[in-house]
């Protein structure tokens, strides 16, 4: 199962804080979906701030707490991309300590390493005897720190390619998390369409969205499936609606011989905010299908939970 955006900081992070280590997911099961691998984009750090979880002086930079791997962990959350622009909000140490406490609560993670040479380096995991690589890229940092392109790894398509290519031949599945586009759109700008149909053309099999806060449509190449933004997970923005709306994917994967076959098994509808929960409201459900389906370029009747 993939998810959207996760920002554990600001208001949630003070709950995390005041011992309500399960506050963000308390009203959301992922275990009913019994999926192997459940998959997120972590948008903020992890890290020991002094209580502090939002700036003083800036609303958009950010951490969660160091209890926040425990929820990560708690909500049965298996892998968090950690390649976005928030990554380096509280600077390099936040996002050394993000990746220690994540690795210390067993959460796999990509996108972002202590060591430049291994920034590219995906994700190798084997589930059911598939093999799947997963890479997590974004498109910019907030503030655009020196060095930010060595701790975190971006939209450099000689780099990402030279990585497919050395391990296509040996991987079933092929997965590219990006993180970037313009937030609170109706649709993907074109850098990231043109992006997508990149990857597609060029080994990756699953390209998951993120950033722009709102749900976009669904698109099959062939057999190569493209999602352009999945939304928020666990998010509160109130201000608009649909960031307050959004969905989660859950796919199958089939191996016989040496053949993998993959598709969409269902939608899972949200209800976003400080809490998430799934959408139960059918006239809400209707309104997130259609708008979905009108971004879309195959029939998604049968997905919808």
Not at 272 to 287: A, M, N, Y
Request: charged share 25%; hydrophobic share 40%.
């Amino acid at each position: 199962m993939a998810f959207g955006d996760i920002n554990l900081g600001r208001m949630i992070g003070q709950r995390i804080l005041k011992g309500e280590i399960d506050f963000p997911f308390q009203k959301i099961d992922l275990a009913r979906d019994s999926a192997d691998i459940v998959f997120a984009n972590l948008e903020s750090q992890i890290s020991e701030q002094n209580g502090e979880t939002v700036n003083k002086k800036s609303n958009i930079v950010f951490t969660g707490p160091p209890e926040g791997a425990i929820s990560l962990r708690n909500a049965s959350i298996d892998i968090v991309s950690t390649a976005n622009n928030h990554a380096l909000d509280y600077g390099i140490r936040a996002l050394h300590e993000t990746i220690d406490r994540l690795s210390a609560e067993s959460i796999l993670h990509v996108g972002t390493s202590k060591s430049s040479k291994t920034l590219y380096t995906p994700l190798i995991i084997e589930k059911n005897k598939i093999k799947f690589a997963i890479f997590a890229i974004t498109a910019f940092v907030n503030f655009n720190p020196k060095g930010w392109k060595d701790a975190v790894a971006t939209t450099d398509t000689i780099r990402l390619k030279k990585e497919i290519q050395k391990y296509r031949d040996s991987i079933d599945v092929i997965i590219v998390s990006y993180h970037g586009g313009v937030e609170y759109t109706y649709r993907p700008v074109e850098h990231v369409r043109i992006f997508a149909e990149w990857c597609a053309r060029n080994g990756v099999d699953l390209f998951i969205g993120h950033h722009p806060h709102v749900t976009f449509g669904v698109l099959q190449r062939n057999e190569k499936i493209i999602v352009h933004s999945l939304g928020n997970f666990v998010f509160f923005q109130p201000q608009y609606y649909w960031t307050q709306r959004s969905y989660g994917v859950k796919f199958w994967f089939e191996k016989q011989d040496s053949t993998v076959r993959y598709g969409i098994d269902k939608f899972i509808p949200l209800k976003v905010g400080l809490q998430t929960e799934r959408l139960t409201d059918s006239i809400e459900i209707k309104k997130l299908r259609e708008r979905t389906q009108r971004l879309s370029n195959f029939d998604l009747t049968t997905y919808w939970e």
